[in-house]
């Protein structure tokens, strides 16, 4: 059953701001009084920003052009500012070395997102993080820090304190988001060993992440039946558009859907035109694994990749209400077309259906698209297709115009405020 949490759907930011003051707050004085060399890829950023004067120029007017004026001049939720592109290196070479830690009031999941949240609301900012060669050195940031999350070293995190993820209240937590029945976390999840003491026999904090449900805790809705389409992740209804056009100023007001660029030109574009397209999210404590919402085949499936810090310029300091507080946020629509995404093409079974996509788009960190199907692979309603490495992000379904669907919400209106819909349950029906 689809339960309410203080971790609401699309917040990067956690529900208790004075939790992310601090822990700002702390990293900075950590970072000034305790100065590290930089490691390999964000000592190539930093060659990068200062090889030539126009990376230069861009990493340094994207925090001169925050307004000199509260709040902006500190962070979204009142800490110190960060300084400059140099003390932003610094904070986020501290954060290569670290896991997130659990708090009963916050989460801070992505903390190189509330290190940029203002800088990516500037012109400038909206011009570095969409640059090819920006985004190749935010990629190598990226690998390097999951490297860490999928090593032992991470499982420091995994343990029974107040800020341990077995602590009771993270548990409870995490169960009351997934089941809500009083279930423990070891009768709903898959763990290699039944020793809280023992993290569960969780090897990494990616691996605790990442973990599966335990079997028939989600059972297929409609299995016999192919005119059921079922939810493709755990995640919360954002969006529901039909008739989406082919091309369109996907960066403007209201981000619209350009089908020509979420599918970054591909041969299959041109059937998708006219046709629908649903958009959920996943919050941090979701499952984090991708399943098939039909039965079908496997025509193709890989990853492009694209920008990691890239907010729509109409959510930041362009917009006359402000920036977006918790960026990228308000953007998740503009990120299916420039964020880095995985593509995976399925004819199903049912000749209503046909041809549908699904998308995966990776938010900030949580970039690592990891498809586990391949071309020509035979798959079935409700069987895995991919995961994310780490945090909240966003999908999207795709289906052709000739595909008439009745979606079932769940009784909710897709938005920032819904909750999510429980993995391989009903989504749709073929009429």
Known sequence: MATSTQYRVAEWLPSDALFLENWLTELIDYVDRTPQSLVPPVQDLKKLIESNNYYRTLFTAMFTEIPNKAP?????????????????????????????????????????????????GTLAGYVAFLDKRVNEKFKAILNYWKSFLQSSDSTYVLNTTSQGWLSDEA???????AYGNGASFTDIFNCPSPDVQNAF????????????????????AGKDNPDIIVNACESAPFRLERDVLEKTNFWIKGQPYSLRDMLADD??????????????????????????????????????????YSEDYYEGFANPAGPDSAAPNQS?????????????????????????????????????????????QRIEKGEQLGMFHFGGSTHCLIFRPEVQLEFDLHDQIPGLNSKNIPVRSKLATVK
Not at 73 to 92: K, S, W
Not at 171 to 177: A, N, Y
């Open 332 to 376: 998740q629509a503009y990120l299916t077309e420039v964020a880095t995404r995985a593509l995976i093409f399925i004819e199903a079974d049912n000749p209503k259906i046909g041809l549908m996509c699904f998308m995966s788009v990776g938010m900030a960190e949580v970039s690592s698209n990891e498809i586990t199907v391949k071309q020509g």
């Open 171 to 177: 548990l409870k937590e995490m169960c009351d988001v």
């Open 72 to 120: 902006y001049n500190q962070t979204p939720t009142g800490a110190p500012q960060v300084r400059d592109y140099e003390h932003m290196l610094l904070l986020i070479n501290a954060i290569m070395t670290q896991a997130p830690e659990f708090n009963t009031t916050g989460l801070v999941g992505f903390p190189i997102n509330a290190i940029l949240d203002w800088p990516m």
């Open 267 to 308: 041969i299959y574009t041109s059937q998708f035109i006219g046709g629908t397209v649903y958009q959920a999210f996943l919050s941090a404590l979701s499952y984090h694994r991708w399943n098939s919402p039909v039965s079908g085949t496997v025509l193709k499936a890989y990853v492009i990749d694209g920008s990691y």
């Open 201 to 220: 026999g969780f090897q990494s904090w990616d691996d605790f992440f990442t973990r599966t449900f335990k079997e028939g805790l989600r059972p297929v």
